[in-house]
């Protein structure tokens, strides 16, 4: 087990990531709240998805911007070394031949901070996310 020093939660994990104190409420308080180094692939990614479903609801479900329509579409999130697109098994599976320079497991996408992405290709996916699981 191991206790955050600043909030004094318990994680199994030791390092755990997590927000200390009060969870942001909007997309762009979460982008504001990260490291330096996150925030401008965070920005690009939060203006390309909002561009590509702007029809969608923006929210944060389980501390991660998330995009809406009756459930969540696509989420992201930020790590120490990349940032996490979360648009489910399915999509990862349908874009599998266009992923093979990311990291990629089971409804995940791993971005790199210091590899250029292909931001058509994020766009595409939030549109079949929303396509496909905003009916």
Not at 4 to 18: E, I, L, V, Y
Not at 65 to 92: C, D, M, S
Request: charged content about 25%.
């Amino acid at each position: 087990m191991w206790t955050c020093p600043k909030c004094g939660r318990t994680f199994a994990r030791n390092g755990q990531d997590h927000y200390c104190g009060k969870p942001p409420e909007t997309i762009d308080e979460y982008i504001l709240n990260q490291p330096e180094k996150a925030q401008p692939l965070l920005k690009e990614i939060n203006e390309t998805i909002r561009a590509a479903i702007p029809d969608t609801m923006e929210k944060i479900s389980w501390s991660m911007p998330t995009y809406w329509k009756k459930r969540n579409l696509i989420q992201f999130a930020a790590f120490k070394n990349h940032v996490g697109l979360y648009p489910g098994p399915e999509a990862v599976e349908k874009f599998a031949d266009r992923l093979t320079g990311y990291q990629t497991q089971k409804g995940t996408i791993r971005l790199p901070y210091d590899q250029p992405l292909d931001w058509e290709l994020v766009a595409e996916i939030a549109v079949w996310c929303e396509k496909e699981n905003g009916k």
